[in-house]
Structure formats: C-alpha cells, structure tokens
C-alpha cells in the first residue's frame, strides 16, 4: 500500500482549516499532519513535518504565503505548495507562483476540485484550469520577458536544447494552458504517451510541475499568445 498524501493547512481563519480537515481526512489516501495559523509558523511546520503538500493561505497577519512559499520551497524542494485564494486574480496568488507554489485554488473550490488539486500537484502537475493559466500568463509573461531583456537572459545555453521535435511540440502546448488530454487530441497521440512526454519535458527543462515549465517558456520567449481556442 502506497503511503498517504502528507498535507499541512495554512490558513488563519481556523474554521476554514477545520473543513479543509474535514474535506481531506475523509480520502484514504490523504492524511493532514499539521495547521498552522501564519507564514512564520507554516515555515517552522514544513521543517519538522515535512509535508508533502502544504496549503497556503496568502492574506495572513505578519508573514504572508508568498514569503512563506518561497522559504518552504527553497529549503524543501520536494514539498508542492498549493496557494489558497478567494479571487482567481488574487495579485498575491500569482506572486506565489512566482515564489515557486504549484498552483492556486478557489476557496470555494467544491470538494471533488479540492482533492484533485491536492493530487495533482503532489504528482507533479500544475493546478491551474486552462482559463487561469492564461490569466497568469497576461499578468506575468510581460514582466518575465522585460526582466529577460534586461538581464540578457536567455543565457548562450539554450535549455530546451535536450527536447526533441515531439517534446518541443508538447513544451509549447504545455505553455499554451492545453490539458493532457488536449495535447492528446491536437498530436493524434493517446494520453499515457502524452503524460510520458510531459514528464520527459518537466525532467530535461528542470522545471518543477507544469506551471514552472509555463512560466519558464515564455520567460524564454519562446510561446506567443495563449491559444484561443482553449
């Protein structure tokens, strides 16, 4: 039997903590190891309980979830960070994402959106709905690629150097918000093969889930607009 989900829930209201609780203890496969009420405290938890998914509020007194996210992340690589928001705009949500989180949820995510999200991001995947993919790309693509002119990135390496033609393909679908299954559909290819790029794609970029390898091809100038058709 595979070990359960190790989740740690930062919130700090701690009603919506219980029913997080309340939500995730009833999966046989999830299991909540901690709570934490601030930023300083869910850095000090992350620490000790190792966990492999931590979700985390962003509007909290003292420290809040983007400082958190990006000390979690940096100290503790293998941990996904899922953000908490109450508006899928939320300007801090996409901060954390740039602090390294996996993606964001609704807090008012119906509870079959919450499990898979959990799920999803600690596979690897990225929770972010086609729609708000794109949304954190008209926030975000703009400011990458000014900091890359500025910086003179990208570099005289080219990362996506490694990718064959299909995995340069999958990359820039990836990019353009296009679900697993999307991406099936538009190369004629089944989903397990798609999912088998994907991870290949994920692993020479070094990206960490699906959202980095977003954020990191159009840091790169390397996609244009999100595709209409999604």
Known sequence: ?????????????????VGFRLVLEAEPDLVVVGEAGDGAAAIERAATLRPDVVLMDVRMPGVDGIAATEAIVRAHPGTRVLVLTTFDLDEYAFGAIRAGASGFLLKDAQR???????????????????????????????????ESATSGAPGGD?????????????????????????????????????????????????????????????????????????
Request: charged letters at 30%; zero cysteines.
């Open 1 to 17: 039997m595979t070990e359960p989900i190790r989740v740690l829930l930062v919130d700090d209201q701690e009603l919506i903590r």
């Open 112 to 146: 079959e959106e919450l499990i898979a999200a959990v799920r999803a991001v600690h596979r690897g995947d990225g929770a972010l709905a086609p729609r708000i993919t794109r949304a954190l790309l008209d926030r975000v693509a703009p400011q990458l690629l000014r």
């Open 158 to 230: 080219d990362p996506t150097a490694a990718l064959t033609d299909r995995e340069r393909d999958v990359f820039l679908a990836i990019a353009a918000g296009l679900t697993n299954g999307e991406i099936a559909e538009r190369f004629f290819l089944s989903e397990s093969t798609v999912k088998t790029h994907v991870g290949r794609v994920l692993a020479k970029l070094d990206a960490r889930d699906r959202v980095h390898a977003v954020i990191l091809a159009h840091r790169l100038g390397l996609a244009g607009p999100p595709d209409p058709q999604l």
